[in-house]
């Protein structure tokens, strides 16, 4: 559960929360504070893996329009600018929903010709970051509408209203839409008496609309991927087998769907090569490697929890067989999901083989600003014994490369207070105290 902004209190003032915390549900244990943009009388919406924050009050009071999101898998706040369109509120209390990747937004608005105030529902595309106000004023003219929200499907045993406007179509009732109860609903609670005495019930009514006959649709999201993916080593319709060097296990494929999208199979098939005939096909590299690099042929995809040996193999392949898109998926997988201590060595190899030039120079600098304790791993180790006798082509090329990527004017320097265990120099260097830094003399 995120908790967002709102207030707090001390021994002098009440202030406006400038963080948001994590509540894990299942061991009922709060995150740190994370620091965002204060916000109170904000509107938070869960769409994938973001939260939406839209408008609300700052931590001056002053009603804001803005929109930011949390990515939360790194918790980045990203605002954004550029919004076309434009959503006029009358004050900061509003609702907000989410219908797929589209957000919805209710509220009052200034009617400027009468000097009142109207209720209005716009919608935002959050790819293209444009408002639009759905037409809807009609349904919501009479009576006051305290609560708005979006449910899948249409309620049931509520009290129903009843209108002879035009805009009734747009209303759910007994005798219409009954195809329509598994698209998304707007649902608006309220009171529609015309005399309400103080107080009154705030909720005694309720509204829904079909959010398609607003021109409003969510799309499901597409199977292709899993379809597809699917399909291989499924021996039903296959035509073909692949068989990674050194396992006794074939990988059933299909030749329509690898010669359209690997040009190294299509040729081959075509020039009548001796595999062709045979059905079969023998790759030099592992069964993993070849699984995920088939799957990639498959679903246009690579898995992101692919350990970071066979996602550097695979950037390999896609090199070797000129699979430009492949290439670049891994190269950034590879940065932002396994770009560590006891990978960066390896993953500085691969890119060099690969000649994938930006992930070379990430992967170098990581290494230059953790050397210490790189220089402590295994890795490491074999780039240097083994590139350095020319036992590997690629492990000396890969050593070449580093060296020749190293500032003639670096120096390594050593924070003070390192510590050095009682070996001595070399493998007694501390990890966490051990701060070698590369920079240029001025």
Not at 239 to 244: A, N
Not at 333 to 347: F, K, P, S
């Amino acid at each position: 559960m995120y908790v967002y902004g709102g207030f707090a209190k001390n021994s002098k003032c009440t202030y406006v929360l400038e963080e948001m915390r994590v509540l894990n549900l299942d061991t009922w244990t709060w995150s740190e504070a994370y620091t965002v943009p204060a916000r109170y009388n904000h509107s938070a919406s869960l769409v994938g893996n973001k939260l939406w924050i839209y408008a609300g009050k700052d931590e001056a009071g002053n009603t804001v329009s803005d929109l930011h999101s949390i990515d939360l898998t790194t918790l980045r706040v990203l605002p954004h600018a550029g919004i076309t369109g434009k959503v006029v509120l009358l004050k900061s209390q509003h609702f907000s929903e989410a219908i797929g990747n589209q957000l919805v937004v209710f509220g009052k608005y200034p009617n400027e010709a009468t000097g009142t105030s109207l209720y209005g529902l716009w919608i935002m595309d959050l790819d293209q970051l444009e408002w639009r106000k759905l037409d809807i004023d009609k349904c919501l003219e009479d009576g006051v509408w305290n609560y708005f929200t979006i449910v899948a499907k249409k309620p049931q045993n509520h009290r129903q209203l009843e209108s002879s406007s035009p805009e009734d179509t747009l209303m759910h009732n007994s005798n219409s839409f009954d195809d329509a109860n598994s698209s998304p609903s707007l649902i608006f609670l309220g009171n529609t008496e015309k005399d309400r005495p103080q107080p009154y019930d705030h909720f005694r009514d309720v509204l829904s609309i079909n959010v398609e006959y607003l021109g409003v649709f969510q799309v499901p999201a597409s199977t292709m991927q899993s379809h597809m993916g699917s399909m291989l080593n499924n021996e039903e319709f296959a035509d073909f087998t692949i068989v990674p060097q050194g396992s006794l296990r074939k990988i059933h494929v299909h030749r329509m769907v690898l010669s359209s999208r690997w040009p190294h199979f299509r040729n081959m098939h075509a020039s009548g090569m001796m595999e062709s005939t045979r059905g079969t096909m023998i790759l030099p590299e592992p069964y993993p490697v070849v699984y995920a690099f088939l799957l990639f042929l498959y679903t246009d995809t690579v898995d992101v929890d692919l350990e970071c040996s066979i996602v550097c193999d695979v950037m390999v392949m896609a090199n070797m067989y000129l699979l430009e898109r492949l290439k670049k998926l891994c190269a950034s997988i590879l940065h932002r999901h396994h770009l560590q201590i006891d990978t960066c060595v390896r993953i500085f190899q691969a890119a060099c083989v690969s000649q994938e030039h930006g992930l070379k120079k990430l992967s170098q600098d990581y290494i230059f600003r953790n050397c210490g304790a790189v220089m402590k791993t295994e890795d490491w180790f074999l780039m240097w014994s083994q590139g350095g006798d020319g036992s590997s082509g690629e492990q000396r090329a890969a050593l070449e490369e580093f060296i020749e990527g190293i500032p003639e004017e670096a120096s390594l320097e050593i924070a003070p207070g390192s510590k050095r265990s009682s070996d001595g120099y070399g493998s007694g260097y501390d990890a966490a105290s051990f701060e070698p830094m590369l920079r240029k003399d001025t």
